[in-house]
Each structure stands twice: as structure tokens, then as C-alpha cells.
């Protein structure tokens, strides 16, 4: 089993900067080895990818509406993803979810269903 904790949330202005943290524990899991995803949903939307990373397969695709702005990393050594967001806009307020997969293969990085363990989730509220 492998529990995701995320972090960082909060209330902030148009143009601010978050970072949230994802942090990973469970028995032999380890980010350097499995593909770690952001998604998000906003009230009444469906959840969307936003980005992941893969040590493994070399891959760091972001959704359009955050290229540029946002930028997902990982510390090894702690077991944790970030996802540094900068300039953001009202439209990015949502939940942030983290999720991790234990077999994904390249096509399913930005799919909902090639992750097999979620957090919680942490908010994230733009206002203009």
C-alpha cells in the first residue's frame, strides 16, 4: 500500500505563487522508480491532469493550460513531488490531487485511470 500526503494549499491572489507537496510513503515505493501525476478538479468540473513526472521513462508532460507556469520536481531523498506554480489565475482554483501507479506505461501518464493511489488533496483558491 502507499499513502500520498500533499500540501501547500491556500488562499492567494491572481499573479501569486504556490508550491505544493506530495509526499510518498508505503513499503518499497519510491519516486525515483514510479510516475507521480497532479491532477485537479474544480467545483462541478471533472478532475483534469495537470502534470507528472517519470524518473523511468524520462517523461514530464504538463497539461496546455499550465505550461510555462507551472513546474513539477521531485526530491528522491524524501519521497516527495512538488509542483511550483507561479502567475496564477482564478481559473487554476481547485483541489490538487497527487497520484501515484505501481505499472503505467507512457500513454496513460496524463489518464486518471493509469494511477492506482490518490491523496487527499490540498486547496488551492485564485481570487481576482
Known amino acids: 500500500q502507499v499513502q500520498l500526503v500533499e500540501s501547500g494549499g491556500g488562499f492567494v491572489q491572481a499573479g501569486a505563487s504556490l508550491r505544493l507537496s506530495c509526499t510518498a510513503s508505503?513499503?518499497?515505493?519510491?519516486?525515483?522508480?514510479?510516475?507521480v501525476a497532479w491532477f485537479r478538479q474544480a467545483p462541478g468540473k471533472e478532475r483534469e491532469f495537470v502534470a507528472a513526472?517519470?524518473?523511468?521513462?524520462?517523461?514530464?508532460p504538463y497539461a496546455d493550460s499550465v505550461k510555462g507556469r507551472f513546474t513539477i520536481s521531485k526530491d528522491n531523498s524524501k519521497n516527495t513531488v512538488f509542483l511550483q506554480m507561479k502567475n496564477l489565475k482564478t481559473e487554476d482554483t481547485a483541489g490538487y490531487y497527487c497520484?501515484?501507479?505501481?505499472?503505467?506505461?507512457?500513454?496513460?501518464?496524463?489518464?486518471?485511470?493509469?494511477?492506482?493511489?490518490w491523496g487527499q488533496g490540498t486547496q488551492v483558491t485564485v481570487s481576482s
Open positions: 497520484a501515484t501507479e505501481r505499472g503505467i506505461i507512457m500513454s496513460q501518464l496524463r489518464t486518471q485511470s493509469g494511477y492506482d493511489y
Open positions: 513526472i517519470s524518473q523511468r521513462t524520462g517523461s514530464i
Open positions: 508505503g513499503s518499497g515505493f519510491s519516486v525515483r522508480t514510479y510516475a
